[in-house]
């Protein structure tokens, strides 16, 4: 009986991400969402006008709603590129923009998802401040003590001074790290994606992961199922639990047929987390592009890092954050935290940390960089009004003094964005910027390049990835900090989605940050004014799709 149950499995593995169908394309889960979500605004679409043509009343009140919604927008504390927006829509087509608006213009979760996860993460602030000894001082000084005191108090992530931090100028070779992490693992392995897609990479990612749950590892993992929704069977979470008792699965706020504010806010983040001892993030999601084994956009550029030491914890937290939030089994942290000794709240942890800034005071070397490197991990929510990863990305801007080099497949800026590279530009900082020369969305391309014209009249130096699709979400700066994460330079990631990120300075990573940036100048195109001019009717077409922008 036992032969055959595993013969089961691995027939049922074997094909599970392989048979493609006809029948299984006809009723392909997301082709059906599609189909019920695109009748339900038709039905809706054709309510309201026939309401609105048919009774003067209704068109009144539908106006009047519409300038009772304006007068909120304008007295919201929101910026003001995102106002503008909404405005314009709801003034234009107040049947259209107002329930618009309810459904995508607040950007917060529902009410039960805030509810769960920030129950969630007090629990688990508390247990990792226990673990810290309370809230460790910012043990750093110059342009790391700012930032760190916000990622401190506004992301809820302590500073690390301890570990180190390994760049990856591609997917490939960062693989090739995650796979000899998961051989490793002895107590536990989790993984957050955004993307879970069958092919090369998830083969090796899953076979190890079933291995290990052999060994008797646990192994958890979070998908994103709208992210996953047209590369992942239905109810594939319950076919990795299936494999082994000690594989745990769910899939993150899941994709249903309804045309709900619920779909807005998806899990952005890549994380995996060995052990408590080692950790990887970036923009690799768990995808055959990713690693170069399939061409979806010509090359597929991308980064991530590796991190050692008490920063793991941070991105343990943040899988459990999401993890306890919704799962009925929650999971006690302390089995899965790091193993270092333990400091009650008012011990000696501060002494330490003053002790130790005292003898690294004027320890730096010649060009002013301290020996002991800087990592703070930090992740980004839609729970609250604050939006770090931006506040993290200007901060980078508005220091910068040499350069700036960003990387981003999407660049959809508001006002504060655009005015600091520009700024940045004017008092002669050399800025760069590198998007996608074959882009994945054509829509949000064209939106990316209408952001071209402003920058480079501020002086920007825009290049355009010519071997094909960048999907890196990094910047780095004046030799000494850097950022490496999920987040993009567009709405959605900035304001809608969960993500995550590293800060990091004086280590050695920073400058391999550069020389692959450098790197990628050489391959790229960079832009011209010349480029950006257009006719009448292109202005008139990317003047419409800034009005949507805080949609796409």
């Not at 055959?288 to 597929?300: A, L, Q, S, T």
Request: aromatic letters at 12%; a positive charge.
């Amino acid at each position: 009986m036992r032969k055959m149950n595993k013969r089961r499995k691995e027939r049922i593995e074997k094909n599970i991400l392989r048979n493609r169908t006809y029948k299984v394309f006809i009723y392909n889960r997301f082709i059906l969402t599609l189909l019920l979500v695109l009748l339900q605004i038709l039905v809706y679409a054709l309510m309201l006008v026939h309401f609105y043509n048919g009774f003067r009343a209704v068109m009144i009140t539908t106006e009047l709603l519409g300038l009772l919604f304006v007068l909120y927008i304008i007295n919201r504390n929101e910026k003001p590129s995102s106002k503008l927006n909404w405005v314009i829509m709801i003034l234009a087509v107040p049947v259209f923009g107002v329930p618009m608006y309810m459904l995508f213009g607040e950007g917060r979760p529902t009410r039960r998802m805030h509810r769960r996860i920030s129950a969630a993460k007090r629990e688990n602030a508390a247990c990792l401040a226990q673990r810290e000894g309370g809230t460790p001082p910012i043990n750093c000084e110059g342009r790391d003590e700012e930032i760190c005191r916000y990622l401190t108090r506004y992301a809820g992530y302590p500073l690390c001074r301890d570990g180190e931090v390994t760049y990856y100028p591609s997917g490939k070779e960062m693989f090739k790290d995650m796979l000899v992490a998961l051989d490793s693992a002895e107590k536990f392995i989790l993984a957050e994606y955004f993307i879970v897609a069958g092919g090369k990479m998830w083969d090796e990612f899953r076979e190890r992961l079933l291995q290990k749950a052999r060994q008797g590892v646990q192994i958890r993992l979070i998908y994103d199922d709208v992210g996953s929704l047209l590369v992942l069977p239905p109810k594939y979470d319950r076919y990795l639990e299936y494999l082994h008792p000690n594989i745990r699965c769910f899939r993150f706020n899941p994709a249903v047929p309804i045309f709900t504010m619920r779909m807005n806010n998806r899990d952005h983040r890549k994380i995996l987390v060995v052990d408590g001892k080692v950790a990887f993030t970036g923009g690799i999601n768990l995808a055959d592009e990713y690693i170069d084994e399939k061409v979806r956009f010509g090359v597929w550029k991308d980064t991530g890092v590796r991190v050692t030491g008490s920063g793991v914890d941070s991105f343990t937290v943040m899988f459990f954050n999401l993890w306890n939030a919704f799962r009925k089994d929650k999971e006690q942290l302390n089995f899965f935290l790091s193993e270092r000794p333990q400091t009650e709240p008012g011990g000696n942890a501060g002494q330490e940390a003053q002790k130790e800034k005292e003898e690294n005071k004027g320890n730096v070397s010649e060009n002013g960089k301290r020996p002991v490197p800087v990592i703070q991990p930090y992740d980004d929510s839609p729970l609250d009004r604050e939006s770090v990863g931006e506040t993290v990305y200007l901060d980078i801007i508005n220091r910068a003094c040499d350069y700036v080099y960003i990387f981003t497949p999407y660049l959809i800026l508001d006002d504060f964005m655009r005015t600091a590279i520009c700024n940045a530009a004017k008092r002669g900082v050399d800025v760069r910027i590198v998007t996608p020369g074959i882009p994945d969305k054509k829509t949000v391309f064209r939106l990316t390049r209408s952001n071209y014209a402003p920058l480079l009249k501020a002086g920007v130096k825009i290049y355009e990835y010519k071997p094909g699709f960048i999907h890196a979400k990094s910047m780095v700066s004046d030799d000494s900090c850097a950022v490496v994460g999920t987040i993009n330079l567009d709405y959605r990631s900035l304001y809608l989605h969960f993500e995550n990120a590293v800060y990091f300075s004086g280590c050695s990573a920073v400058l391999d940050v550069k020389r692959d940036s450098e790197n990628i100048f050489a391959v790229s195109r960079p832009i011209s004014i010349e480029d950006t001019r257009q006719g009448f009717i292109g202005r008139l077409t990317d003047s419409v799709l800034r009005v949507f922008e805080t949609l796409l």
